[in-house]
């Protein structure tokens, strides 16, 4: 049972000789039994980096999530979030490439020059899941969206 303890620390001994056996039986029947997925903390960096970033131009008139993760992955912390989430020399390198980003005429935006930058704002751009009034509404206690009414109600 040596195996079991191994695989299943996380469970009891007889549950462990139960997945043990289920899965010799299944690979008898011919199926693969994969490893489960550890969970990234990738979303979690990400959006730790986007609300560093907006924590030091949040007072912009004119912001956007985009100027927001334009700023974020020119940051330092941004590069410590990098080393934690990618591993290898060669998957580095491609973050920091300094060659020019050729752009073609159809593209409104040409506000990143390289590809290392291109790279960086795509991961960024993956992760963070908001719009600007749910990003306005993480350091400003008193803001509320555009257009947003609030009822008050009369207690009898």
């Known amino acids: 049972m040596g195996i079991a303890d191994k695989k299943y620390s996380n469970v009891d001994k007889k549950t462990a000789e139960?997945?043990?056996e289920a899965?010799?039986?299944?690979?008898?029947e011919g199926y693969?039994?994969?490893?489960?997925r550890e969970k990234s903390i990738a979303r979690e960096l990400m959006n730790?980096?986007?609300?560093?970033?907006?924590?030091?131009?949040?007072?912009?008139?004119?912001l956007t999530v985009r100027k927001i993760c334009l700023k974020a992955i020119e940051d330092k912390f941004f590069d410590t979030c990098l080393d934690t989430l990618i591993k290898g020399p060669k998957k580095r390198a491609a973050f920091d490439n300094e060659s020019p980003k050729t752009w073609t005429e159809k593209t409104v935006t040409q506000d990143i020059k390289t590809k290392g930058h291109f790279k960086r704002f795509k991961l960024i751009e993956q992760y963070i899941k908001t719009d600007m009034n749910a990003t306005?509404?993480?350091l400003d206690p008193d803001y509320r969206p555009h257009g947003d009414?609030?009822?008050?109600?009369?207690?009898k």
């Open 18 to 20: 139960i997945l043990v």
């Open 23 to 28: 899965k010799l039986l299944l690979e008898e």
């Open 32 to 36: 693969e039994v994969s490893k489960p």
């Open 48 to 62: 730790a980096a986007y609300g560093n970033a907006f924590k030091t131009m949040s007072k912009d008139p004119d």
């Open 136 to 138: 306005r509404t993480l």
């Open 149 to 155: 009414k609030v009822a008050i109600k009369k207690i």
